[in-house]
């Protein structure tokens, strides 16, 4: 359908109509990548449609920062690439293949991330880092925190050991492959945009979650394998998740971690064991959290006025908590196991290149099915980053007891 001819459709039948219009992309969206990518990834990237959807209505602008000009011409990059559109386009990838490859505007770019922070766990916390080559080596400090010394008179101080280990930041290339009805890509204009930008944040920020907490080395080491990371083990007979303290075991785990880098450190669990550590009780059988953990008006109001954002579900010891589903949850108790983190994650580098292409595929199998056969085209995001931890010191892994 001709974009002049929808939009006289949607002057003629009003906002309202346009509204329906926008819920019934959405409805066709959802459906679409339930197949490829699951329901569950499907619904949070609509949540996220929707909540910008919101935030637009309200304050005039959306997470991503794009005005409705700027995701229109993101539209028509895609759209070209997909010779949907004809029109030249000056940004074609030369070492892409026969099939296409289109590098996006710096500001969608950068939109999608903003996105991805605004839903990721790591991108919202991470000390970022920008890249201008695929390497960059920053320091990553594993000795003691230094303390220096007074002189005496006529006397030569002695010469400190600075122990670094030397974490390079090497950029690993990401990519996001789904597909879309050509019907749909046609029609859609920036209901289209809020989707493409969504789906592509909201499986970025899910990677860079995962690879942050829990990453084996391919292609990032996370917190919880890194193995210069401090380690709490709970006390013997403690082998369970939910056997977690929210005093006793919260105070020796906070012990941990030095004075500078407790501003600012938060908890990190998966929200069922979370859910577990509300429920604790003392010997008079009354819970040991207040509110069962719900956070402090302090922690509430230094995160209020943020739009989007990983945002705190419940408070400990004075620190926020903090969920990610790539923590280990109760269906995986088990002893000599590490399930949860204490740290600042400004310790945790986010090595930037700032690249996303987006590349187009007319064949081939998408979720098992022969996208050719199926009058549906498969997109595919590729996007450059690396992860390193800086300070392995800044963070505390929480251990079940082997007995």
């Known amino acids: 359908m001709d974009e002049k001819i929808l939009e006289k459709i949607l002057e003629e039948f009003g906002k309202k109509n346009e509204e329906k219009f ?16 699951g329901d569950v990834a499907a619904q949070e990237t609509r949540k996220i449609v929707e909540q910008m959807r919101i935030e637009r209505m309200f304050t005039g602008q959306d997470r991503s920062g794009l005005s409705e000009e700027q995701k229109l011409k993101f539209v028509d990059t895609v759209k070209a690439a997909l010779n949907i559109r004809t029109k030249a386009n ?10 296409g490859g289109y590098l996006v505007a710096k500001e969608v770019a950068d939109a999608i991330l903003r996105i991805a922070a605004s839903v990721g766990l790591v991108l919202s916390q991470a000390q970022k880092w920008p890249m201008g080559t695929d390497e960059k080596d920053i320091p990553a400090y594993t000795g003691a925190f230094l303390e220096g010394e007074y002189l005496g008179i006529d006397a030569a101080g002695s010469v400190t050991g600075i122990t670094f280990k030397q974490a390079r930041l090497i950029t690993k290339k990401w990519q996001l492959a789904f597909v879309v009805g050509n019907d749909l890509l046609a029609d859609a204009g920036v209901n ?23 990453g084996t080395g391919a292609p990032f080491v996370g917190i919880t394998t890194d193995g210069d990371v401090t380690v709490y083990t709970m006390p013997t007979g403690k082998t369970s998740f939910a056997n977690f ?11 941990n971690l030095e004075e500078s880098v407790l501003d600012g450190a938060i908890w990190v669990f998966n929200r069922t064991v979370w859910a577990k550590i509300r429920q604790a009780k003392d010997a008079a059988n009354q819970y040991i959290l207040a509110l069962a953990g719900a956070p402090t008006v302090d922690i509430l109001t230094a995160y209020a006025g943020k739009i989007g954002g990983a945002k705190p579900v419940g408070a400990m010891a004075g620190y926020p908590v903090f969920t990610c589903k790539h923590l280990l949850g109760m269906t995986a108790d088990a002893v000599s196991t590490i399930f949860g983190v204490f740290g600042n994650f400004k310790a945790l580098a986010y090595g930037d290149k700032g690249e996303l292409r987006v590349a187009q595929y007319q064949s081939g199998s998408f979720g098992g099915k022969e996208i050719a056969l199926a009058d549906q085209t498969g997109l595919v995001y590729k996007q450059r980053h690396a992860l390193a931890i800086g300070l392995p010191a800044a963070f505390v892994n929480i251990k079940t007891a082997a007995s």
């Open 90 to 99: 000056e940004a074609l990838i030369e070492e892409q293949d026969s099939r």
């Open 192 to 214: 289209l945009a809020d989707w493409l930008l969504a789906l592509g944040a909201e499986a970025l920020a899910n990677r860079i979650d995962k690879e942050g907490l829990v």
């Open 22 to 37: 926008a819920s019934v992309v959405d409805k066709i969206f959802e459906e679409k990548l339930k197949v490829v990518v």
């Open 245 to 255: 303290d929210p005093v006793a075991h919260a105070s020796d785990v906070i012990g």
